[in-house]
């Protein structure tokens, strides 16, 4: 069965700082895509950002980046200058294959700090 | 992307009696989903609303408990029946067009408490 995985059930740091959250995946397609979504605690579930496999380019979206590296299926998401609405849980997504349904990690629990 | 709304947006209901939560997109989406989220974990998917058709259900997930109907391309509703404590979670709805980005939007969630 395709995985996800999040190693970090949680994390904290101070606001500024910058913080990178795990991911790893598990699929044999040759091309597909990854999401990283981030629900705060109004629990409204928002795509942070989207990376495409076949780009070798990372995905940037303002203070929000991802490290993708396809050959360790590795899909982390770096925040710069965390801003304390940055706090929520952030799950990292993957396409089940062959199929339009979304597989999602256990989720880290990220607090900023003032 | 898209604008979706559910209701309601908690209620707090008797064990063994049930609820319709509805689900509405400002605009036609190929797919709709259903997907549970009990307190402190990860989402879980019940199953894809087919428009005209019966959906599609995930296992350990089934139609006489958890009811869907998908009657146009920019509805849905899923019922929770015969409710006990162990239903008590949040429920979303979530949509995506027919691309191949496979990317979902959600709702704002329904929070439903079983006592």
């Known amino acids: 069965a395709q995985t996800v995985t999040q190693s970090q059930p949680e994390m904290s740091v101070q606001e500024a700082e910058t913080v990178t959250l795990s991911c790893t995946y598990d699929t044999s397609e040759s091309n597909y895509y990854l999401f990283w979504y981030k629900q705060p605690p109004s629990r409204q579930m928002i795509l942070v950002i989207r990376?495409?496999?076949?780009?070798?380019q990372n995905a940037t979206e303002n203070r929000f980046s991802v490290n993708f590296q396809k050959a360790a299926k590795s899909f982390s998401l770096k925040i710069s200058d965390s801003q304390l609405g940055d706090t929520a849980m952030y799950f990292c997504a993957s396409p089940i294959q062959g199929a339009q349904k979304l597989v999602f990690g256990q989720g880290t629990r990220l607090t900023i700090n003032p | 992307s898209a604008v979706i709304s559910q209701k309601p947006s908690r209620d707090i209901c008797q064990r063994g009696t049930s609820l319709t939560i509805q689900c509405q997109v400002d605009s036609q989406v190929t797919m709709m989903f259903w997907y549970r989220q009990q307190p402190g974990q990860s989402l879980t998917l019940i199953a894809t609303a087919n428009q005209g058709s019966e959906a599609t259900y995930e296992s350990g997930f089934v139609i006489d408990k958890f009811p869907i109907s998908r009657p146009n391309l920019t509805f849905s509703t899923l019922t929770v029946s015969n409710m006990s404590p162990e239903d008590s979670s949040i429920y979303l709805c979530?949509?995506?067009?027919?691309?191949?980005?496979?990317?979902?939007?959600f709702g704002p969630g329904t929070r439903l408490t079983v006592t």
């Open positions: 979530s949509v995506a067009r027919q691309t191949s980005t496979y990317e979902q939007y």
């Open positions: 990376q495409e496999a076949y780009k070798q």
